[in-house]
């Protein structure tokens, strides 16, 4: 190690606090251009048609949303800070679009509903990640395997169109990505603890994969949420 450098875990719990509240600070700048976005466009009856109603475009879309999403997870660290907040940023606005067909589908009410609920939610595992002793590492393998089961399950549904299916699994889904928020909030901690903290760079990219990460769950969470309290329009 040069001289003058040091690390999160060298400084004390206040510099891990410091990261930790660089990847809140952007998860939720890029959960607000994604709700800014996503009323935008559902407010907006031509961008509904342009989007919306292109099946082109949305393809596009969501093939552009893994690729940052690929991007960002696999590289992140051979980018420049600014490359990375830039390609995050998009990812957010990117999913606001798609997004904004949750304000045709549901009533506002169950959109705000679901979003609280979410939030409180999402807020108290994010808590109980931090603070917690115990270590979560097998209880996120399993999170992750259930999560590839759900995955599986939703597509079987997409054909079978079963209403009972649909129903266990946004009950499944909601259990997963409640359980992901705790772990996937500890394992940033420990990441925060072996951080660079004289590497201003370094750090926000740090930042930003861990904002992406704790974004991922909360959209999910949001949706699997939003499932069970929307009455569908449709």
Known sequence: MTPGTRTIAQSGVSAVSVYMRQVYLWMTAGLAATAAVAYAVAGSAELQQAILGNSIILIALVIAQLGLVIALSAAVHKMSASTATGLFLLYSVLTGITLSSIFIRYPVAAISNAFLVTAGTFLSMSVYGAVTKRDLTSFGSFLMMGLFGMLIAMLVNIFLQSAMMDFIIS?????????????????????????????????????????????????NLFLMMLRLFGASRD
């Open 171 to 219: 009950c499944v889904g909601v259990l997963i990505f409640t359980g992901l928020t705790a772990y996937d909030t500890q394992k940033l901690r420990n990441f925060g603890a072996g951080a660079p903290l004289g590497d201003s760079a370094a750090m926000r990219r740090g930042a930003i994969l861990g904002a992406l990460t704790l974004y991922l769950d909360f959209i």
